[in-house]
Structure formats: C-alpha cells, structure tokens
C-alpha cells in the first residue's frame, strides 16, 4: 500500500509562518504531481498548490504570493512555505501524490490552525 505522510501541521499565530512535509515513495514520487489540498470544516476539499515532476507550480489564488511549495526529489518530499497565515487558512492539509487521473495517493491530513 503507498503511503504518503504529511507533518508539519500546529497552532500559530495570525501572521506567523509554518511548513509543511510530505514524503511519498520514491517510485511514486519521481513522476507524480504532488499537491496540497486543505478542508476546511464545513467546506469542500481545495487545491492549495501543487508541483509537477519537472518543478512547474500552481497556486489558488488565495495563498498566491503567501505560500510556496517545493519539492526535495533526493528526499522524496515536497513542502510548503507557509508565511502571513490568517485565520481562514486554518484547515486540514492533505498531500496527494498523483500519476493519472485514477491514480491518487492521500496522506491522512495534518491540521493548521491559525489563531486570530
């Protein structure tokens, strides 16, 4: 079974930074597009930002110019740079490792809060 597991997650403080981790196989990783997604209570699933195998980029538009993801190839991991957290970030964050449209891996979520 294909795992991929997210850390970083915490409390923080509005305008305070964190990042996160997401570490999948490195079979997997070597060709998948990884991306965040949070859900927030009470909301649909989002896509926060996601990274191709070649390092193209994509951001919602909410987080653009606030969080930056990047991915380690050597490590098998992809983060994302939280900075200037505001309290409608608070969600749980979701890491997907994705090969096709039928093949999607999900980690299990870590939880953000940001306090006002």
């Known amino acids: 079974q294909v795992q991929v597991v997210e850390s970083g997650g915490g409390l923080v403080q509005a305008g305070g930074s964190l990042t996160l981790s997401c570490v999948a196989p490195p079979i997997i990783f070597s060709v998948a597009t990884v991306g965040w997604f949070r859900q927030a209570l009470g909301k649909e699933r989002e896509l926060v930002a996601s990274?191709?195998?070649?390092?193209?980029?994509n951001y919602a538009e909410s987080v653009k110019g606030r969080f930056t993801i990047s991915r380690d190839n050597a490590k098998s991991t992809v983060y994302l740079q939280m900075n200037s957290l505001t309290p409608e970030d608070t969600a749980v964050y979701y890491c997907n490792a994705r090969l096709s449209p039928t093949q999607n891996y999900w980690g299990r979520g870590t939880q953000v809060t940001v306090s006002s």
């Open positions: 990274v191709t195998y070649g390092g193209s980029t």
